[in-house]
């Protein structure tokens, strides 16, 4: 029997117990399960972590258990799906699968949900815009989640937000190559190259909807109506593009304000699509609106730890990278940029390397880093400074006195170097400041007093 007939099968058994079909990363399992691949090997596969592999499949036993009355699991699923299949229950007709059963009473030939022919048009995408991913290191969790938020929990408006070269876009396009048969319609925008919002509905009426724009207005009504009959995900990346340069995070410029009632609107009403909204600033109408159970949610994503990244470039001293990498804060751009530098100029040891004084910027490093900083509001610019030249994090009081700063001025400063990723907390007796290390080691650099 092939593959195909026992995907076809679990897919029927599962979508009888649960009342919906195997995604995508399910049918991978099932596939590695079938051809005696381990957890680990169907995780290198798929870009999961080993342990979320074996949950999925331990999940799929279950629920072939209950459909079968039978204890299914990891050691008896090939010969007991086959066993199935060559029993009397089952049979096999031009290829399909038919439930024979008389309390089932189903299509015997059922479609099989994401099993269309590549070419249907009912289906579209436009990833023109997403980047090609060559390398995907450790963000299994973070891809988790994601999954999680938008598969299983239906969340409509996510915000993935981070630094500049962190990972962001890397994530979300790992999520959509995944996921591609998940959705009607997958349309990956920027905001840097396309910032019209009335283009992005034109092209969604006309291209997903199949809309006549001679008897429709081209408004967020009517992409709304379409949202909620099309599932849709759509991604918008470059966010930080619709607000204003040197004012606090998050604030739209006046000509982009169609954008932020568009993202409310996303997260209140009832859709069947998904919005992902890729940032280096965190939209302030999605405070307050995120929950355990939301259909809004934010995830900010943190600098790599696992020392993977390095592992292909060439490098010497393998117990030196977990220091080179918290040195850099697991930026993953700027760490495959000191590498490079470190093979050249340090015959690739990185002992050698650390061994200098100072964190090393590259010319790429200050020029991002320096975007960064002119882009904040002189408000916030004046507390990185402070914060870069004292040798210890800093209390609220402590920045209010050196400053002479309101405490309200304070802190919507201080809220809006958090939204940028620009600011460290620890708590002693009270909770203290402190700018991230690469910002402050490029602030130092500017010898500003």
Request: glycine share 6%; with cysteine; charged share 20%.
């Amino acid at each position: 029997m092939t593959v195909a007939e026992v995907l076809q099968l679990v897919d029927r058994l599962v979508e009888q117990q649960r009342g919906k079909h195997l995604n995508d990363l399910e049918k991978t399992v099932v596939q590695g399960l079938w051809q005696g691949q381990t957890y680990s090997q169907i995780s290198d596969k798929c870009g999961y972590d080993e342990n979320y592999i074996g949950d999925v499949s331990r999940q799929i036993f279950k629920q072939l258990s209950e459909e079968l009355n039978e204890d299914i699991k990891k050691s008896n699923f090939c010969w007991t799906i086959e066993r199935i299949i060559n029993s009397q229950v089952f049979g096999l007709v031009n290829g399909n699968i038919n439930w024979c059963t008389p309390h089932h009473q189903t299509n015997p030939n059922p479609p099989i949900a994401h099993e269309e022919d590549p070419n249907n048009q009912s289906r579209y995408s436009d990833l023109t815009l997403a980047p090609k991913i060559t390398q995907f290191y450790a963000r299994t969790g973070e891809l988790q989640t994601l999954s999680d938020w938008i598969l299983v929990q239906n969340t409509r408006l996510i915000s993935v937000v981070g630094l500049p070269g962190i990972g962001k876009t890397t994530l979300v396009k790992r999520f959509v190559d995944l996921n591609l048969q998940q959705f009607d319609a997958v349309i990956w925008k920027s905001i840097k190259i396309e910032p019209s919002l009335n283009t992005l509905i034109t092209d969604f009426l006309t291209k997903v909807a199949h809309a006549d724009l001679r008897f429709i207005e081209i408004n967020l009504l009517e992409l709304f109506k379409a949202l909620k009959t099309c599932k849709t995900l759509l991604i918008l990346d470059d966010i930080q593009e619709l607000f204003k340069p040197g004012k606090l995070a998050g604030q739209y410029q006046s000509r982009f304000q169609d954008y932020k009632t568009l993202f409310q609107r996303l997260g209140e009403i009832e859709h069947n699509s998904h919005l992902i909204l890729i940032t280096q600033e965190q939209c302030q109408e999605m405070i307050g609106l995120t929950g355990e159970l939301d259909p809004v949610q934010i995830l900010k994503l943190p600098g790599l730890t696992q020392t993977s990244i390095l592992s292909d470039r060439g490098l010497k001293d393998p117990s030196s990278w977990s220091q080179l990498i918290q040195r850099y804060e697991g930026h993953p751009v700027y760490l495959q940029e000191v590498a490079d530098l470190i093979k050249t100029m340090f015959s690739g040891k990185v002992s050698d390397f650390l061994a200098e004084e100072g964190i090393i910027l590259t010319a790429n490093m200050k020029s991002q880093l320096g975007d960064i900083f002119n882009r904040l509001s002189p408000l916030e610019q004046q507390i990185m400074v402070k914060l870069s030249q004292s040798p210890n994090p800093m209390s609220k009081n402590q920045l209010k006195q050196e400053l002479d700063l309101s405490l309200m001025d304070l802190i919507n400063g201080l809220e809006s170097l958090n939204r940028r990723h620009l600011l460290k907390t620890s708590e002693a007796e009270t909770v203290l400041f402190d700018g991230v290390g690469l910002m402050q080691e490029y602030i130092r650099s500017l010898s500003i007093d």
